[in-house]
């Protein structure tokens, strides 16, 4: 019994969705998405509501049902309100800026870091030391922040380095010296 893939999907008002042998195409105001579904789930799609259902009880078919079914209302949202990560800069002289549509980041190497936004995604600076991640598709917000991330990951003697915002980094204590 799956809890999450029993659950029906309400399309919100301006929100097509379509649905091509295996293929399911989300159009929203925010733009469109299309992702290929596995064969062995089967989308329902009614006036307003979209119900995934599984041939069977066996373990691949079940953890398939939640997915889906997860994956399609990530969808239709993204198309709807767009998803957002936002990162903290911490350090000093660390900082980011924009130019163009590249993310410029000063990191403490002997060199600016930069980072062109994958298609869909776009970076927001709000001050030097906040980014903000946007686009429509979740999987890919979440893959451009941890890469973001990656350039300068939090260190755990200071905190200085880029961390997610709601992130906490556990402070260790140095060296205690001669006693």
């Known amino acids: 019994m799956s809890r999450i893939g029993n659950k029906h999907i309400t399309v919100p008002e301006g929100v097509e969705v379509s649905m091509n042998e295996n293929v399911i195409t989300v159009k929203g105001p925010k733009g469109t998405m299309s992702r290929?579904?596995?064969?062995?789930?089967?989308?329902?799609?009614?006036?307003?509501?979209?119900?995934?259902?599984?041939?069977?009880?066996?373990?691949?078919?079940?953890?398939?049902?939640?997915?889906?079914?997860?994956?399609?209302?990530n969808m239709i949202e993204g198309v709807v309100h767009?998803?957002?990560?936002?990162?903290?800069?911490?350090?000093?002289?660390?900082?980011?800026q924009k130019r163009g549509n590249t993310l410029v980041m000063n990191l403490g190497y002997s060199h600016p870091?930069?980072?062109?936004?994958?298609?869909?995604?776009?970076?927001?600076?709000?001050?030097?030391?906040?980014?903000?991640?946007?686009?429509?598709?979740?999987?890919?917000?979440?893959?451009?922040?941890?890469?973001?991330?990656?350039?300068?990951?939090?260190?755990?003697?200071?905190?200085?380095?880029?961390?997610?915002a709601e992130e906490h980094i556990r402070r260790k204590e140095g060296k205690s010296g001669k006693k």
């Open 113 to 164: 870091v930069e980072m062109d936004p994958p298609q869909g995604i776009t970076f927001d600076v709000p001050d030097p030391n906040h980014i903000t991640v946007r686009g429509i598709d979740k999987e890919l917000v979440g893959q451009t922040a941890a890469v973001v991330r990656t350039k300068r990951p939090p260190e755990v003697y200071r905190g200085k380095g880029i961390k997610y």
């Open 36 to 73: 290929e579904i596995h064969k062995n789930m089967k989308v329902d799609i009614n006036e307003n509501t979209i119900t995934v259902t599984r041939p069977d009880d066996e373990p691949s078919n079940r953890s398939l049902h939640g997915l889906t079914r997860t994956l399609i209302n």
């Open 82 to 96: 767009e998803f957002k990560r936002e990162l903290e800069i911490n350090g000093v002289g660390y900082r980011a």
